[in-house]
Nanobody, 124 residues
Framework: QVQLVESGGGLVQAGGSLRLSCAAS????????VGWFRQAPGKEREFVAG????????YYVDSVKGRFTISRDNAKNTVYLQMNSLKREDTAVYYC?????????????????WGQGTQVTVSS
């Protein structure tokens, strides 16, 4: 069993930055891939970024490449999403999720555990 808690969301102006954290419980968390997903009002939940269990493979949706960076600290059971150059269209609830296969790629069905989400609002 893995429990995930997101933090770091908030209100930021366009062009600003936020760092989201995903803190996990469970001693086997280091074996899981982790993904960040987001869901805007009226839209489907979409994959944003993912990282494999060792941290040496990362994946991004095209719309955030060059602006967002995912990383993990397995000693702290935490995964981060650094978001720079934020745009209004990044406004959404952001969720982290854990993938038992360890891959952390964009395939949503791999993700078994989900956090409750944290709101990110980007104003113009």
């Amino acid at each position: 069993q893995v429990q995930l808690v997101e933090s770091g969301g908030g209100l930021v102006q366009a062009g600003g930055s936020l760092r989201l954290s995903c803190a996990a419980s469970g001693r086997t968390f280091s074996n899981y891939g982790v993904g960040w997903f987001r869901q805007a009002p009226g839209k489907e939940r979409e994959f944003v970024a993912g990282i494999n269990w060792t941290g040496d493979m990362t994946y991004y949706v095209d719309s955030v490449k060059g602006r967002f960076t995912i990383s993990r600290d397995n000693a702290k059971n935490t995964v981060y999403l650094q978001m720079n150059s934020l745009k209004r269209e990044d406004t959404a609830v952001y969720y982290c999720a854990a993938d038992r296969t360890g891959l952390g790629n964009s395939l949503r069905t791999r993700y078994e555990y989900w956090g409750q989400g944290t709101q990110v609002t980007v104003s113009s």
